[in-house]
């Protein structure tokens, strides 16, 4: 099969074109139609579900994983919730052996601690000069960058035109909207990019205030920060499977919060949200919504959340939302039919990371929020000639000119057709998988393909894939191609004929929350064929 997917034309029609000439052509002009994707997808997704021969994932007890126990709502002053950092997990960047295209011995020793140490004497010597060692981590990096799965980064971009500006320490130092009297800043972009977003989110001029953000997790924290400040004796609402950001803020600001336990496919437990909010009547409800979870990329229900809001009869001014975007929130208003995230609704901030759908060299993001709200945290500054609304002091200038860059170049049609790629080729990703007889899964709205952990570590670090207990996940960003996926599947194969099938780990182990019939279709079932048992 060839690698396909949707583009537009200038009048927003549904266009064809092969995977390749989309990934690279992004911001090109569109050319020749070639096959009809949404047919070939539609078969090849029938394929799958058609899929007769595989048998229902069933836990080993051999009941239906359905059943699986709800588990408690976790206060968060006494226990440990959300998901875990990816970083802290393991080493993603581990090099093997087994790399494509491996670093020479010599190439790995210049990169070595030895060799990069710093003299901290007249008398120390060198072994490499700064130049040897930058062409091999050049080699490193490039070998790295086109075998990775598991990270939702975009690493598909081209800013060399921008590279003249890093000449300059550009700093947005203060509120992206009130100048400081530092001149060699980016303001009039970072302005803009918070137009588009503005835009993006249907929220009017006037009414809205944000800035470019380090990455997703300072735009969280800034939201939590708006939602305490507004909320002072709030409690915070929001899923097990949320990132570790946001209860990460609701400790360092001290709020309550609450972790509530999710649906299998890692949307919050709605009934369990509205029994929470209602035994705490007396307090103000903060709620972060996840616009794509971490793991498993899933999207809570944003008007079912506005709906027990309703339902519980809490006004208005006794609710805050936080939108935590990260991946999806960038992705959902270029994807047709989908639930609209937006300022319409009674929804006040909204966190996106740049480096993630966009691509961009190095990690920032987006924060918008409504304007009322950052009243609440500003201050004047003297020193600064602006007013202190944002997490950090100095702010990186260049993030804003690249984000800009991307977006001016891309286009929304650039965009579409690069979020397109993700969903279709991630399709495609789960066929070839769950052909191979392995389990996955793939949640609607989504990217990110879910399988059971391979019980080989080295194909983990190799294409670095995130792990938790006993699934992995692929994110299925724009440089990841038909092609790849191939090769990598070929490569889960060997493995699994070689060292055989992860077990899951417990009865309520995220493999065996693969299993459960929510997520609808078929699944491969992993009990019964462990080679390694
Ligand atoms: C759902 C979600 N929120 C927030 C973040 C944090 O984003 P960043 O890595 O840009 O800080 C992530 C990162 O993966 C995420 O998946």
């Known amino acids: 099969m060839t ?8 009048d927003g029609v549904a266009m064809t074109m092969t995977v390749e000439q989309s990934r690279f052509k992004s911001t090109a002009p569109i050319e020749d139609v070639e096959e009809d994707v949404a047919a070939a997808v539609a078969a090849a997704t029938v394929a799958v579900e058609d899929d007769g021969g595989v048998t229902h994932h069933r836990n080993h007890d051999n009941t239906d994983s359905d059943n699986i126990s709800i588990d408690e709502v976790l206060d968060l002053n006494t226990a440990k919730a959300g998901t875990a950092s990816p970083w802290a997990v393991f080493d993603a960047w581990g090099a093997g052996d087994a790399m494509e295209h491996p670093l020479t011995a010599e190439e790995e020793n210049r990169l070595s601690v030895e060799s990069v140490k710093i003299p901290t004497s007249k008398d120390e010597t060198v072994p490499f000069d700064e130049t040897s060692i930058l062409a091999s981590y050049d080699k490193l990096l490039k070998q790295r960058s086109s075998v990775h799965f598991g990270y939702p980064y975009n690493l598909m971009y081209n800013h060399e035109e921008l590279y003249d ?20 800043h980016s303001r009039q972009f970072e302005c803009s990019v918070i137009d588009f977003f503005a835009d993006l989110w249907k929220i009017d001029k006037g009414d809205y205030w944000g800035y470019v953000t380090t990455c997703g997790t300072e735009g969280n924290l800034h939201g939590m920060l708006l939602a305490r400040e507004c909320h002072p004796d709030g409690i915070l609402y929001s899923s097990k499977e949320t990132h570790y950001s946001i209860f990460k803020a609701a400790r360092y600001y001290r709020m309550d919060a609450k972790a509530i336990p999710t649906l299998p496919q890692g949307e919050i437990d709605y009934d369990i949200l509205a029994s929470e909010i209602d035994k705490n009547r007396d307090r103000p409800v903060i709620i972060n ?19 027990i809001l ?3 009869n809490i006004p208005r001014e006794r609710f805050h939302i936080h939108c935590d975007g990260a991946l999806v929130a960038m992705m959902m208003p270029f994807v047709d039919y989908a639930p609209e ?18 691509g961009c060299p190095m990690p920032c993001g987006i924060t918008l929020a409504r304007k009322e709200h950052v009243k609440n945290v500003e201050q004047r500054i003297d020193y600064l000639n ?6 950090m002091g100095s ?21 579409q057709r690069d979020v397109v790629h993700c969903m279709e080729t991630a399709q495609y990703l789960r066929q070839k998988i769950s052909e191979a007889g392995m389990t996955c899964r793939l949640n609607d709205l989504s990217c990110t393909v879910v399988l059971e952990r391979p019980m080989d570590d080295r194909l983990i670090k190799r294409w670095q894939l995130a792990c938790e207990e006993d699934i992995a996940h692929v994110v299925v960003m724009p440089n990841i191609t038909i092609e790849k996926i191939d090769k990598f599947v070929k490569e889960l194969v060997d493995c699994k004929n070689e060292f055989g099938r992860i077990e899951a780990k417990h009865d309520d182990s995220p493999l065996n929350k693969l299993a459960c019939s929510s997520w609808g279709g078929n699944v491969v079932a992993p009990v019964e064929t462990f080679a390694s048992v």
């Open 3 to 10: 690698g396909m997917s949707s583009k537009y034309n200038n």
């Open 165 to 184: 500006f890093m000449r300059y320490s550009i700093n947005n130092l203060g509120d992206p909207f009130i100048p400081s009297n530092y001149g060699v």
């Open 289 to 307: 919504v996840n616009i794509g979870t971490t793991v498993k990329g899933a999207v809570d229900n944003l008007d079912r959340i506005l709906r």
């Open 310 to 312: 309703k339902m519980l």
């Open 341 to 358: 995230i937006s300022f319409r609704k009674p929804i006040d901030s909204i966190a996106v990371s740049g480096h993630k759908m966009l």
């Open 386 to 391: 602006s007013v202190d609304t944002t997490i």
């Open 395 to 415: 702010r990186n200038g260049q993030a804003a000119l690249y984000l800009w860059y991307s977006l001016r170049k891309k286009g929304v049609d650039g965009i």
